[in-house]
């Protein structure tokens, strides 16, 4: 069974940093694109950033040159380094990734329960 557990969620005054993590476990044979989305109370949900399997990213223009993504293909680990948080940051954040199970022949797009991450004023 495949699945997907973060780490590293919390309270953080602005200015701050926190280091999100997301591990993929179970019988995988590939995992292709991986990245995190947030959703605040009242929004839909929304891209933060995304890395391919060859390590090309994507940040939403809100997190530009604040946030990291990167990946331990070995670890089947995905992070996200947030850096100068601000209150507008506080969301759920959860991880996805599109894999290839072994019982399966395509990818598939897996999600990871969320973690809370709020910024203080």
């Known amino acids: 069974q495949v699945q997907l557990v973060e780490s590293g969620g919390g309270l953080v005054q602005a200015g701050g940093s926190l280091r999100l993590s997301c591990a993929a476990s179970g019988r995988i044979s590939r995992i292709n694109d991986m990245g995190w989305y947030r959703q605040a109370p009242g929004k839909q949900r929304e891209l933060v950033a995304s890395?391919?399997?060859?390590?090309?990213?994507n940040y939403a223009d809100s997190v530009k040159g604040r946030f990291t993504i990167s990946r331990d293909n070995v670890k089947n680990t995905v992070y996200l380094q947030m850096n100068s948080l601000k209150p507008e940051d506080t969301a759920v954040y959860y991880c996805?990734?599109?894999?290839?199970?072994?019982?399966?022949?395509?990818?598939?797009?897996?999600w990871g329960q969320g973690t809370q991450v709020t910024v203080s004023s």
């Open positions: 890395i391919t399997s060859d390590a090309s990213t």
């Open positions: 996805n990734a599109n894999l290839i199970p072994r019982t399966r022949l395509r990818g598939e797009d897996y």
